[in-house]
Every structure is written in C-alpha cells, then in structure tokens.
C-alpha cells in the first residue's frame, strides 16, 4: 500500500492503530485511567471506613425464627445481641427461637402468656425493659406470677402467626395470647407462610421456606446482612416507599371499606381458629405527629373492629389513647431523635401506650 491509499482511507487499519496525532495522546489517557482508578479506590476506602463506624452500632438477627424445631425453645437465656442506630439507638437481645427478651427474670413453674406481631413487637429500637411485652409482666407480676414471651418476625403478618400457632401452643400452653396488628397486616410484603380461609374460617396453611431463594436475592439477602451501610441504606429506602403499602387515598372508598373488610374476616376467623378463645387484638392504628386520621386507617380499623365483635374476639385499638396522649402531652407515640418523628415504629412511650392497652385486654379475661 502506497502514500495515495492512506490519504484516501484516513480509517484504514494502520490509521486505527497510529492515531492522526501520533501516541501523544497516550500519556493523556493514562492519566485518565490513574484518576478514576484513584477515585474508585477512594470511594470503597470511604465506604469501608463508613462500615468500620457503623457495624459496631448494628447487629443482625440470624437464627431463623421460622419453622424451628421444637427443642429449641427450651432456651432459658437470650443467646443474641443486637444492636442498631437507624431509628433511635438500642441494644436488644433474643432468645434461640426469636423471641424477644424482655429483661426480666423468668419464673419456673410460671404460667406463660403470648404477644405476637410483626417488627413493632420485634422492637429493635427500643432497650429491652422498654417492650410492650416487658411492662406488661412487670405490672401482671404485681398481682400474680407469670412470664411474658414476645415474638416480633420482621415485615410478616397474620398468615405467619397462624402458622406458627400449633408450635407455640404446644410448647407454652399460654393463659392467653395477644396479637398485635397494623396496617403492615395490609401490607404486600412477602410472607413465610400463604394462607387461604375457608369459608367456615378454617384457614388453610403452606410454608414458603426462606432458605429456598436463589441468585441475586439471595446474594443482596446476604451482603445486607453483612453490611451495616448496605442494611442501613435498605431501611431508609424501604421507609421512603412504605406510604405505598396503604391503598391509594384517591382509590373509591367502597372498594377499599370492601378490601378492609374481606382481609379482617379471614384474619380474625383465622386468629379464632388458630389460638381459640385465648386470643386477644390489638391495632396499632396510624396517628402521626398531628394527630389526624388517616381515612384508609380508619377504615381498616372499623373493618376489624366490627369484625372482632361479631366472633367475639376481645379486640382494641390504639387510637384515643395515642391521640389523647399527643394532643394532652404533645407525646408521639412513633418516632425517634434521629427518624421522622410520628413515624415509623413505635417509640418507649408508644410501648408503654401498647403496654397499658394489653393490659386491659387481658384484665377482662
């Protein structure tokens, strides 16, 4: 090939590889390089110093509360610490078989009561003498002898008690059982166990077993348990998103009363049927730092209460008493120093609110 040909083809193969200005562009692109590889390097140095600060402030719960054999509940001490700062700054322990500790001394010989929910009974942002379950045993032991088990498993519902009811029955044989509910129980999230109610309130129950998750979530499932800025990351992005649980406001508020009211026939028929005349409800209801109702809330709220009612499952909510309490004592029952205040899980006064609800449920027994 001649002069002519490259002057004809200036993208010709010797023009690709002998760029028009020569290799004088070659020390520019390897600066190029040094400096992304130096800011690369910098941000996983800063995001390792950011997990350095953070994991000695966040734990994670990883013994499986579900589907546990049962010789694993006859453990007397908390065998796991946790520890978080997302919302508020607690340290919180647990029991082999996920319930939570309520830092007082068991009794032997004790009779046992229940409360059961999803992560407001969990309550990882509160110290453990602060939990509903916690207050409740100190007043109850003012009277008689007993001992409260707590069990909270995080973002789970109705479909999730029921099916761990015959486990807990067998092992407990409780004088009575709570079982907290909240719009959460409305919720889409994904649950353990499926449950299809019957029309005789019989409720029908598969497990889905968690282990069985593949690929990339269960990958993110791992490096989030590992990680304290992934895991605190995943909790504020979920709290962002959580308004989209409740159905819209602008939805036809007959279709949504419909709604509330086909889910608490089958969750209380299945509560019924589960734990018997043992069962007691409590609604978290949803008042937030002014104290307004919020009109999907309250429909879920009559739906459940109505329902509670007809079955006659003794059955309360939350509402006047948090609300009276906010507007009496500008006391905030959700939220914390470092959290939207009126939102998101229960605070100690929200605890001690739930407390005192519980323990005039259990009173009229």
């Excluded at 589907?67 to 908390?78: Q, R, W, Y």
């Excluded at 079982?179 to 649950?191: A, C, E, F, G, L």
């Excluded at 005349?277 to 008042?287: G, K, M, N, Q």
Aim: include cysteine.
């Amino acid at each position: 090939m001649n002069r002519a040909f490259y002057q004809e083809f200036p993208l010709s193969f010797k023009t690709a590889v002998r760029p028009r200005d020569g290799w004088r562009g070659l020390p520019r692109f390897r600066a190029r390089m040094r400096t992304a590889s130096l800011l690369l390097l910098g941000a996983v140095l800063a995001m390792l110093s950011v997990e350095m600060l953070l994991h000695p402030f966040y734990g994670t719960l990883r013994s499986s509360p579900f589907a546990v054999p049962t010789t694993i509940l006859n453990s007397d001490l908390p065998i796991l610490a946790l520890r978080q700062c997302i919302e508020g700054c607690a340290e919180s322990h647990f029991y082999a078989d996920g319930a939570r500790a309520t830092g007082n001394v068991q009794l032997r010989q004790a009779p046992t009561g229940l409360i059961i929910g999803a992560s407001f009974v969990q309550a990882k942002q509160v110290v453990d003498k602060d939990t509903m379950g916690a207050i409740v045993e100190q007043a109850l032991r003012s009277r008689k002898e007993i001992n409260v088990r707590q069990y909270g498993y995080d973002a789970q519902s109705i479909p999730t008690y029921v099916g761990l009811a015959p486990i807990l029955l067998q092992k407990w044989n409780p004088s009575w059982v709570v079982v907290v509910m909240s719009r959460v129980d409305w919720s889409k999230h994904p649950s353990v166990w499926t449950m299809r109610v019957s029309p005789d309130g019989v409720p029908g129950m598969t497990l889905t077993d968690p282990s069985q998750s593949h690929g990339i979530k269960s990958a993110a499932r791992l490096l989030g348990d590992s990680s304290a800025v992934i895991a605190t990351l995943y909790w504020r992005f979920r709290d962002l998103v959580a308004s989209s649980d409740s159905p819209p406001s602008g939805g036809p508020a007959t279709s949504i009363a419909q709604q509330s009211e086909t889910v608490a026939r089958d969750y209380v028929a299945a509560l019924k049927y589960s734990f018997g005349d043992r069962v007691h409800i409590l609604y978290l209801a949803d008042v937030g730092i002014t104290g307004d109702n919020d009109p999907n809330d309250s429909l879920r709220e009559t739906a459940l209460l109505t329902e509670c009612a007809r079955r006659k499952v003794p059955c309360v909510s939350s509402r006047e008493l948090m609300t009276d309490e906010l507007k009496r004592n500008y006391t905030p029952a959700r939220g914390f120093g470092n959290s939207i205040m009126g939102e998101g899980h229960l605070n100690a006064a929200g605890h001690r609110m739930a407390a005192s609800l519980i323990e005039s449920l259990i009173s009229k027994q």
